[in-house]
Nanobody, 121 residues
Framework: QVQLVESGGGLVQPGGSLRLSCAAS????????MGWYRQAPGKQRELVAD???????SYGDYVKGRFTISIDNAKNTVYLQMNSLKPEDTAVYYC???????????????WGQGTQVTVSS
């Protein structure tokens, strides 16, 4: 089994900052990439940012310049530093990991349980 444990969500005022963390544990042979997606009420889940184990990153257009993703390969942990938060960033944020559980296994996607981020005054 693989577990993704997220932390760091909460309530913050507009213009404020939050840092999300997500640690992967369990039966893991290798991780290709980890990232964050979000889903607001009534909307589809969308990519926020992801990062390969080699350090290649990609961001949703709406967070470029405000959010920074990083990965600690030794800890199987991904971080999302969110600055200049806006009310429209309010959503449940989900951690994603794309990994192999064994050397012979196919790549699979795993998801965390989600953490609420609310930006409001």
């Amino acid at each position: 089994q693989v577990q993704l444990v997220e932390s760091g969500g909460g309530l913050v005022q507009p213009g404020g900052s939050l840092r999300l963390s997500c640690a992967a544990s369990g039966s893991i042979f290798s991780i290709y990439a980890m990232g964050w997606y979000r889903q607001a009420p009534g909307k589809q889940r969308e990519l926020v940012a992801d990062c390969t184990s080699g350090g290649m990153t990609s961001y949703g257009d709406y967070v470029k310049g405000r959010f920074t993703i990083s990965i600690d390969n030794a800890k199987n942990t991904v971080y999302l530093q969110m600055n200049s938060l806006k009310p429209e960033d309010t959503a449940v944020y989900y951690c994603n990991a794309r990994l192999r559980r064994h050397w012979y296994a196919a790549m699979e996607d795993y998801w965390g349980q989600g953490t609420q981020v609310t930006v409001s005054s």
